[in-house]
Nanobody, 135 residues
Framework: QVQLVESGGGSVQAGGSLRLSCAAA?????????MGWFRQAPGKEREGVAS???????????YYADSVKGRFTISQDNAKDTLYLQMNSLKPEDTAMYYC??????????????WGPGTDRGAYWGQGTQVTVSS
């Protein structure tokens, strides 16, 4: 199991932007074809935000929660083994701990409702990075 490390969280005002990054811990590499970002606000369940499935041909497929479509963009730099989440037009309701994750079993869909919380497929998680959006 590769240790995932998130960075890039912080505090911004509504309408601002942040870019989250997720990389393998020092000395490790990862080769997950499916990865994603989840978030958890205080008192709420962890929810999927965005996921990306990368094929060997270089094609990729992305999935987004309705609440972030058009504002967030997930991407992956395979050369750097780094996953990103560009978050624009942030809203106070985006305030949460954001987690990078990968399915713990290969195969199956990479869509947000196919793995992770509330599904039969577990996930490997990073430690999380806090995003706080003030109004």
């Amino acid at each position: 199991q590769v240790q995932l490390v998130e960075s890039g969280g912080g505090s911004v005002q509504a309408g601002g932007s942040l870019r989250l990054s997720c990389a393998a811990a020092s000395g490790q590499t990862y080769s997950y074809s499916c990865m994603g970002w989840f978030r958890q606000a205080p008192g709420k369940e962890r929810e999927g935000v965005a996921s990306i499935y990368t094929r060997g041909s270089g094609r990729y497929f992305t999935y987004y929660a309705d609440s972030v479509k058009g504002r967030f963009t997930i991407s992956q730099d395979n050369a750097k083994d780094t996953l990103y989440l560009q978050m624009n037009s942030l809203k106070p309701e985006d305030t949460a701990m954001y987690y990078c994750a990968a399915p713990s079993t290969k195969g199956g869909s990479c869509s947000l409702n196919s793995w992770g919380p509330g599904t039969d497929r577990g996930a490997y998680w990073g430690q999380g990075t806090q995003v706080t959006v003030s109004s």
